[in-house]
Each structure stands twice: as C-alpha cells, then as structure tokens.
C-alpha cells in the first residue's frame, strides 16, 4: 500500500518534536546511538501496533479511549513527568551510572500514553482506512507507517549522538539535560493544563 497523502502525514508527525523525539534525542546524547537503538525500535514497533490495533477496531477503541481519556491523560503527563525527573539526573556521556537508556518494551509501551501519538493513530486510522477495511489492510497501513516513522524518528536520535562530542564538558551536558527534562515536563504540563480546559468546558 504506498499513499502519498498517507506518508507524508506519518513522516511529519513523525519528524516533528514531541516527547518520542525529545527522549530520543537526550539518550543519543547521553548513552549513543548504538544503546539507543532499543528505545529507538520501540517507539517504531510500538506505534506501528498501536495502528494495527486501532485500524482493526476503530470503533471500539474510540468508544474504549473515550472513557480511559482522563486515565490516560494523568498517566502519560506523570510518566512524563518522571522521565523529566530522570533526564535532569542523567550523566556525563560514556561514563556509567545509575540511568540506562529506555528499554525496548518500555518504550513501546509508552505509546500507549503519549497522546501525540494517539493523535496520530487515530487521525491515520480515521483518514486513510478505507471503509470496508480488514485486519489485512490494517496490517499493511502499519507497516507504511513504521516504515516512514522509524527513519524519522532516527534522526533525533543521530542528532542527539552528534552531540556528545560536543557536550563532553559537565556543564554543557548539564545544560542539555536540564533544557530537555523542562521540554518534557511543560510538554505534560500543557497536556494536563489542555484537558483540565476541556474538563472544565464540558
């Protein structure tokens, strides 16, 4: 299935910043391309399943997501939140330490509470899933989308190993890290303050 529409959507989405891209970036920084690479196909392998999920049962899972809106919401800010926390606390490049980089399965699983990511799950599901659909046809809109997501998303995670040469010094690394956990933390900041304005409209 190649759609243009539909890649181009995806790359987008996918290139743009965003809590996936910002985490990829700080463990180039940090930990390298090479032990990114786990937290890097997680994100990949994660949102392409969360497509194929939501492509096969749209209307379940909108019924599903409306309900667990509030949960979900709460949870993704604080697990940001978190992850803030722990990429202030980060260490000099190549020098071990209490923080390892993002894990396969954890970084699929967190795409189940990134709400970009539920944005564009359920607008490529939304837009580009013709009506008479089957899991087949699922199945190949994910693949599309992994396969236009995973070079994107590479490129935070180059550009943040590009950078350890030149943040070897502790302050500059300092800096980094403090920069990227506030992006974090005021990405949740504002999600939280977006559905507390929702709540309060309803």
Known sequence: MIDLPLMT???TMSVTPGPNNIMLA???????????LPHLLGVSVGNSVQVLIVASGLAWVMAW???LRLP??????TY?????????RAGQPGRGGRVAP???VAAALFQWVNPKAWMMVLNIAILFLPRDADWKTAAGLALVCMSVNLPCITVWAV?????RAWLQ????LMVFNYTMAALLAATALWIGADEARTLLQA
């Open 72 to 77: 979900l919401v709460v949870v993704g800010c």
């Open 9 to 11: 959507y995806v790359a």
């Open 159 to 163: 550009a943040g190993a590009r950078l």
């Open 26 to 36: 700080a463990s180039g920084v940090n930990f390298g391309f090479r032990r990114t």
């Open 169 to 172: 010094q502790p302050a500059a």
């Open 80 to 88: 940001l939140l978190w992850l803030a926390l722990r990429q202030a």
């Open 65 to 67: 997501l409306d309900a």
């Open 102 to 104: 993002l894990g396969f």
